[in-house]
């Protein structure tokens, strides 16, 4: 199985500031590569697709890059909303194995 | 709007059953995989099972396989989680969520674009 393994664990930051967050897979996957976010109570929303591919309805901030095993989650400019936890997900064969979650907080 | 529902967690013994629904609308539900993915209190996401816009294929995470099984109905536009053997290790809020759309048969493998709110299930004496 393809192990997902995120970085950091957990992050401090500010409005208006840039963030990365890194996703590494244990084999090479191509772009088969999903970026979700979670906020607490609620289930997760689709931000990226396809490593980069931006779904619909999702700020431009965000932006995602990457392929073969490594994989970043870019916020341009955060704003109070993004304050959340985020996990990307290998998509292309079973079992779909999520990464364990990068906490972004404030 | 698509929306997708979850019902039929709550409180079991370890070794009960218990059967989950996921009603949905707002999307041809036929033409579309569907998965159930959990998340255990104060944990991470864990994708539990997978069945095709047709009934088949279908696939389980190894932690499940042989105690849960899948279906759907499209009369009712609805997914169904069957749980039995239950274990301490299966409490977790569980959401279904909605994968590709399906054309002449074939199913992409892709991300989840549409989730459920979740339903609470608890394994505990």
């Known amino acids: 199985d393809i192990q997902m393994t995120q970085s950091p664990s957990s992050v401090s930051a500010s409005v208006g500031d840039r963030v990365t967050i890194t996703c590494r897979a244990s084999?090479?996957?191509?772009?088969?590569l999903a970026w979700y976010q979670q906020k607490p109570g609620k289930a997760p929303k689709l931000l990226i697709y396809?490593?980069?591919g931006l779904q619909s309805g999702v700020p431009s901030r965000f932006s995602g890059s990457g392929s073969g095993t490594d994989f970043t989650l870019t916020i341009s400019s955060l704003q109070p909303e993004d304050f959340a936890t985020y996990y990307c997900?290998?998509?292309?064969?079973?079992?779909?194995?999520f990464g364990q979650g990068t906490k972004l907080e404030i | 709007e698509v929306q997708l529902v979850e019902s039929g967690g709550g409180l079991v013994q370890p070794g009960g059953s218990l059967r989950l629904s996921c009603a949905v609308s707002?999307?041809?539900?036929?033409?579309?995989?569907m998965n159930w993915v959990r998340q255990a209190p104060g944990k991470g996401l864990e994708w539990v099972s997978y069945?095709?816009?047709?009934?088949?294929?279908?696939h389980y995470a190894d932690s499940v396989k042989g105690r849960f099984t899948i279906s759907r109905d499209s009369a009712k536009n609805s997914l169904y989680l069957q749980m039995n053997s239950l274990r301490d290790e299966d409490t977790a809020v569980y959401y279904c969520?909605?994968?590709?759309?399906?054309?002449?048969?074939?199913?992409?493998?892709?991300?989840?674009?549409?989730w459920g709110q979740g339903t609470l299930v608890t394994v505990s004496s």
């Open positions: 969520a909605r994968g590709a759309y399906c054309s002449n048969g074939v199913c992409p493998l892709s991300s989840f674009d549409s």
């Open positions: 707002g999307f041809t539900f036929s033409s579309y995989s």
């Open positions: 069945i095709s816009a047709s009934g088949s294929p279908i």
């Open positions: 084999q090479r996957i191509s772009t088969w």
């Open positions: 396809s490593a980069s």
């Open positions: 997900q290998y998509t292309n064969n079973f079992p779909y194995t």
